[in-house]
């Protein structure tokens, strides 16, 4: 609660925390809505309002978090199914991106006979789905004084006639004297007929937090030998690595931290197991590019593989937390 001693010092809160609702009005990103927060502790993000009410930057004390790709958060997006449904890479970029929310992967075709579709039986998906490029409805925002922290609350909708109608509503906090941003999802068939449902969290760093220093805590001890043996150093003919985990093999209940102890800093990603079965590690060391991805993921089958649809009215809930903290305190 904020006190009525911080309120003689600063009445609307400025002085600790806020949040603002901006236009972009250069660059390849011009005309989309940012949400742009801040608290006392020396955390800041953006939301990208229009692009999947996504966290298209994350910083601690100065220090970005984040991957920053090429692409300059570009808006509007490319149509998702462009270039024979790569055309997510030409959008890709930020610290958080949604992959969903029927489908992530490789762009894929797929049986739409649930949803009764009077021309098509099924449809080619395109690279982790298309809701990282709709646009946000904006719910609210504000510093909640009574509680002490600073909220954003958004809604994207992935919607085709005679197709699927799924909705993400989405709310970000995090405390005025914290450095924890918390991420609240709920995803609803708005639809009449059963559909298909699949969401990865596509968690970036990116430098300065990511560098040869950067290593990642409590992955199971065979893997986390085979992941430190990479040179962490951006490499021209790099490409890409993917690796798959069960998010229960995990040996620690308190999270995955990722350190840099040169810079003095971590950050700590805690979510459900059970809510996010598995768990994607991507490393893209490229020059150029140069971005490691944590990536917590339910992928729309039950522990026995079996397909898991969201019948009509039907949701799933989702929550995630990302801690920064100095490695030294």
């Not at 998702?80 to 610290?95: Q, Y």
């Not at 409805?137 to 799924?166: K, P, S």
Request: proline share 5%.
């Amino acid at each position: 609660m904020i006190t009525t001693d911080i309120r003689r010092r600063t009445p609307d809160l400025r002085g600790l925390a806020d949040i603002r609702l901006v236009t972009l009005e250069d660059g390849p990103g011009r005309g989309q809505r940012l949400l742009v927060a801040r608290n006392a502790a020396g955390l800041c993000f953006e939301v990208a309002v229009d692009r999947g009410f996504d966290l298209s930057q994350l910083s601690f004390r100065g220090t970005s978090i984040g991957f920053h790709s090429p692409n300059q958060s570009r808006f509007p997006a490319i149509e998702p199914s462009a270039e024979d449904g790569w055309a997510f890479l030409r959008n890709f970029d930020g610290f958080l991106v949604t992959c969903g929310l029927d489908h992530f992967g490789a762009p894929a075709t797929a049986d739409i006979s649930s949803l009764n579709h009077p021309h098509l039986k099924s449809v080619r998906r395109p690279l982790h789905g298309r809701i990282a490029s709709e646009q946000a409805r904006l719910a609210g925002y504000g510093v909640d004084d009574e509680n002490a922290f600073v909220w954003c609350e958004g809604i994207v909708r992935q919607a085709g006639v005679f197709g699927e109608t799924l909705e993400l509503r989405r709310r970000f906090t995090a405390p005025i004297f914290g450095s924890t941003v918390e991420i609240a999802d709920t995803i609803t068939n708005l639809g009449f007929r059963p559909t298909d449902h699949a969401i990865l969290y596509h968690i970036n760093f990116g430098y300065p937090f990511l560098d040869e220093a950067t290593k990642v805590e409590g992955l199971p001890a065979d893997f986390a030998g085979r992941f430190h043996e990479i040179d962490r150093r951006p490499a021209d003919d790099f490409g890409e690595m993917v690796d798959i985990l069960k998010s229960d093999a995990l040996p620690s209940t308190t999270g995955l931290t990722i350190v840099n102890e040169m810079l003095g800093l971590k950050a700590t990603l805690r979510y459900s197991s059970a809510e996010l079965p598995s768990l994607f590690i991507w490393r893209a060391y490229q020059s150029g590019l140069f971005a490691l991805g944590i990536e917590p993921a339910f992928d729309g089958a039950d522990a026995q593989g079996r397909a898991q649809i969201l019948a009509p009215g039907e949701s799933r809930k989702y929550g995630l937390q990302v801690s920064l903290s100095e490695t030294r305190a």
